[in-house]
């Protein structure tokens, strides 16, 4: 009898259900202006959403982490924009590209002056090489590089502005140790410890990939060109996981802000082993080793 009852019930509220579906579409069929609100709504809605979420950010996004000052002087003769004829556009690139140049030069006179190991990367030579005193006492041999695209995409004098002074290390994640550490079995007196063979350190087999942070949102991600061994596979999955700990961005940051300001700009290196080592053992701690950059021609 309950489960009779119940079923009855059940049915009832089901029906009130459907009749109330069906008043709110007879309701709604019968009042034009509310056909048209709906209709508004809907198509404007989309748009509000895409215009804020995609359009003004798009707009108001500046390829580069730092903007040059803009020159709000009244004086007609510096706000005056010239552009280029056709027949001066190689001119006016070779001048952009020797401004640039000048800088590069002036940051690695400023670093030779001091007395400290640093980075020059050269991208238009593929090399990065590891200088004291204005002298590279390695020249390691780029494979292939991945450089932002932003790098391209940003304004001359933005691009001017990030490159004008060196970069500063911040922070650093590898797969390997900063230095290298043997474990021997300590001998119990002096003349145990002078039976031991004087052999050298076994050259290290541990995959060498890392990720240098600097300064001005600069990323600079380093891997060697060997194929990883089976047996470091758990190493990299913990080396990808760190990464993904800092840059990775959940779907609602994705949404809310699509193109942040202080999105990194990432150059990824690959070199061979040996260099790769090379370059993240010789490098001081974080704020200590500075990086300049001598970029890619513009008319490139």
């Not at 390829?63 to 004086?75: F, L, R, T, Y």
């Not at 006016?92 to 140049?101: A, P, R, S, V």
């Not at 990808?240 to 990775?248: A, K, T």
């Not at 940051?253 to 370059?279: C, S, V, W």
Request: include cysteine.
């Amino acid at each position: 009898m309950n489960s009779f009852s119940q079923k009855d019930s059940n049915g009832q509220h089901t029906d009130k259900q459907q009749n109330a579906i069906l008043w709110f579409f007879s309701w709604f069929i019968r009042r034009p202006g509310m056909q048209l609100l709906f209709l508004i709504i809907a198509i404007t809605l989309p748009a509000i959403i895409i215009a804020l979420t995609v359009l003004i950010p798009a707009a108001a996004f500046s390829p580069m982490p730092v903007k040059a000052e803009s020159n709000d002087k009244a004086d007609s003769t510096l706000t005056k924009k010239v552009e280029a004829t056709a027949d001066q556009h190689p001119l006016y690139l070779n001048i952009l590209n020797k401004e640039q140049k000048l800088s590069f030069f002036q940051n690695r006179l400023e670093l030779a002056r001091q007395d400290s190991i640093y980075l020059v990367l050269n991208l238009q030579d593929s090399v990065l090489d590891i200088e004291i005193k204005g002298l590279p006492v390695q020249r390691c041999k780029i494979q292939s590089y991945n450089a932002s695209s932003r790098l391209k995409a940003a304004q001359h004098e933005d691009l001017q502005k990030w490159l004008e002074t060196p970069f500063t290390l911040q922070g650093e994640i590898s797969t390997i140790p900063k230095v290298p550490v043997l474990l021997v079995d300590a001998p119990k007196d002096t003349t145990e410890a002078a039976k031991l063979p004087k052999k050298p350190m076994e050259p290290e087999k541990t995959a060498v990939f890392f990720t240098l942070l600097f300064d001005k949102n600069l990323v600079i991600e380093i891997e060697q060109t060997e194929t990883i061994l089976p047996e470091e596979e758990g190493l990299m999955l913990n080396y990808q996981h760190r990464f993904d700990s800092i840059f990775s961005r959940t779907l609602m940051q994705k949404i809310t802000q699509p193109m942040p300001q202080q999105l990194p700009i990432h150059i990824k290196l690959r070199m061979n082993e040996g260099d790769a080592r090379a370059i993240y053992r010789s490098i001081p701690h974080s704020k200590y080793a500075k990086l300049i950059i001598n970029p890619l021609d513009e008319s490139m």
